[in-house]
């Protein structure tokens, strides 16, 4: 089944993504720098949301992608990201060292190596069902495609994968508010690249 959503819904759990992902990238390398090259058009090719420039110097290139739904435990590998211009999914093009794919409502980030999950993706493929979803910017339509892949198939089989709890926000609740479903992609998933 396809899905239709807003850029509006899906900018603003992507804006959500992007924030957690800047947290544990400094909290985790206290130190480091992050930029922001979402709109940087030297980026936007390549599949990188954020460079993390790390004490070392070393930089590394993240791909963001933010998911709403609260129950599946599963990824959406973007393997056609406009299929009426034929153009590829930032899963298959990106450039990004890493992967960081944000459960905004089941308050969990995971941290992929994209190299390694891509390798290990691509000669399974055909075991993964594909999704469509529809996306509406003013009067333009387009259709993104993705493979549907289980949180634990990744983790069994992509060496580095790792689960990290979002922080708390001065409340009990352990993770994000819900977005109301009017504005959904396949799986719940956004991306910012």
Same mark, same amino acid.
């Given at each position: ?32 720098? $992050? ?27 993240? +791909?963001?992608?933010?998911?709403? =739904?609260?129950?599946?435990?599963? @990824? ?5 990201? =406009?299929?009426?211009?034929?153009? /590829? ?10 992967? $960081? @794919? ?10 992929? /190596? ?8 691509? &000669?399974?493929?055909? +075991? @993964? ?12 339509? @387009? ?15 992509? &060496?580095?994968?790792?689960?990290? &709890? ?14 109301? &479903? ?9 991306? =910012?690249?």
């Amino acid at each position: 089944m396809a899905r239709s959503f807003s850029m509006r819904g899906v900018q603003s759990a992507a804006d959500r993504a992007v924030q957690h992902a800047r947290a544990w990238m400094l909290e985790t390398e206290p130190g480091s720098r $992050v930029h922001d090259v979402q709109l940087d058009p030297r980026f936007q090719h390549r599949g990188v949301d954020l460079l993390w420039e790390l004490p070392s110097g070393e930089v590394r290139g993240i +791909e963001v992608k933010g998911d709403r =739904n609260a129950t599946r435990r599963r @990824y959406f590998f973007e393997l056609v990201s =406009n299929l009426e211009k034929d153009t /590829p999914g930032c899963f298959l093009y990106s450039g990004a060292d890493l992967l $960081v @794919y944000v459960f905004l409502s089941q308050g969990e980030l995971h941290v992929v /190596p994209m190299k390694a999950a891509r390798e290990w993706f691509l &000669p399974r493929a055909k +075991e @993964y069902p594909l999704k469509h979803a529809f996306t509406q910017t003013g009067a333009i339509r @387009y259709t993104t495609v993705g493979a549907v892949v289980s949180v634990r198939d990744v983790a069994e089989g992509v &060496p580095g994968v790792l689960r990290v &709890p979002l922080k708390r926000r001065g409340g009990a609740k352990d993770v994000e508010e819900e977005v109301p &479903p009017t504005s959904e992609s396949p799986q719940g998933q956004e991306s =910012n690249g």
